[in-house]
């Protein structure tokens, strides 16, 4: 059994838990929820076997480095920690609802890396030799991962503003009736924030700390340096309103999406579209 192997078994169990959260939310039947969040969790465990054993490989073939330094290393990591976030507020809060719009975000990441990447292990080139790439990683993919949950939540809310706005608020039984109320879900997409906001900072400072052993600089306004610092402020501004001028509902829903929006460019786009110092991690922020 190899790791690209567990990895396939991991995006079909985000499948299957995905289309089970979306039966959950037609048939209102607390069992089918249920069975999502547990294929979910089967998902996950399988997946931190599978990221386990990629790295246990790169050992065997004298590369030897956490899987975390590629494209399709980060977008596995970074699918793991979605789910990981999201079994942490589907234990707490048991709004097993959320899954149907957050999965789908680890499926898109998981499909994406297994049909569409190299998938094999490479060496480090001499800038990612240090234990910085692993505290940088880390820290920032918990971020974006929380981000990603606040993203969906944010959507969620969204549509019921939406569809109440419109007068189909759903009647006893109606498929609104799954969402949790708006007060919840605006303060579950604040909660998320507040996870994700600090990781990022801490994902900024550990990346400065490496920029500066690999380069000699903390910051060198490379642009993945310079969209890191746009989403950290886009989240500030979302803490600041909220703190100062009673940011919440819509407003502060639609500058999570934003916010997300502008993680995903970070992540993806700038590596993808521009080039820079990063280039050669292909993603590993």
């Known amino acids: 059994m190899t790791s690209s192997m567990l990895f396939n078994v991991t995006a079909i169990a985000y499948m299957i838990s995905m289309i089970v959260f979306f039966a959950f939310l037609a048939s209102k039947n607390k069992t089918v929820g249920l069975v999502g969040s547990l294929t979910a969790y089967a998902g996950l465990a399988v997946h931190t076997v599978a990221i386990g054993l ?17 494209l399709y290393e980060s977008i596995v990591f970074f699918s793991w920690t979605i789910v990981l976030l999201f079994a942490y507020i589907d234990i707490k809060y048991k709004y097993r609802i959320i899954g149907a719009f957050v999965v789908p975000f680890a499926l898109l990441g998981m499909t994406w890396a297994q049909l569409g990447m190299n998938t094999g292990i490479e060496p480090l080139v001499p800038a990612l030799q240090s234990n910085w790439l692993l505290y940088h990683v880390i820290t920032c993919f918990l971020g974006y991962a929380a981000f990603a949950v606040a993203c969906g939540i944010s959507i969620m809310y969204l549509i ?14 109606g498929l609104m009736s799954m969402f949790p109320p708006l007060k919840v879900l605006d303060d579950l997409n604040y909660r998320a924030i507040m996870i994700g906001f600090p990781l990022l900072t801490l994902g900024i400072i550990t990346g400065a700390a490496w920029a500066n052993y690999a380069w000699g600089t903390y910051w060198s306004w490379d642009p993945k340096e310079t969209w890191s610092l746009i989403v950290w402020f886009v989240y500030a ?18 500058l999570s999406v934003i916010g997300f929006a502008a993680t995903i460019f970070c992540y993806l786009g700038v590596n993808l579209f521009l080039s820079g110092l990063h280039s050669y991690g292909g993603g590993a922020k």
């Open 160 to 173: 019921k503003v939406a569809l109440e706005a419109n007068g189909s608020t759903a009647q006893a039984g």
């Open 237 to 254: 501004a979302f803490l600041h309103a909220r703190f100062t001028r009673g940011w919440v509902g819509k407003r502060a829903a639609w």
């Open 54 to 70: 990629r790295w246990k490989e790169s050992y065997d073939m004298g590369v030897g480095h956490a899987p975390m330094s590629n």
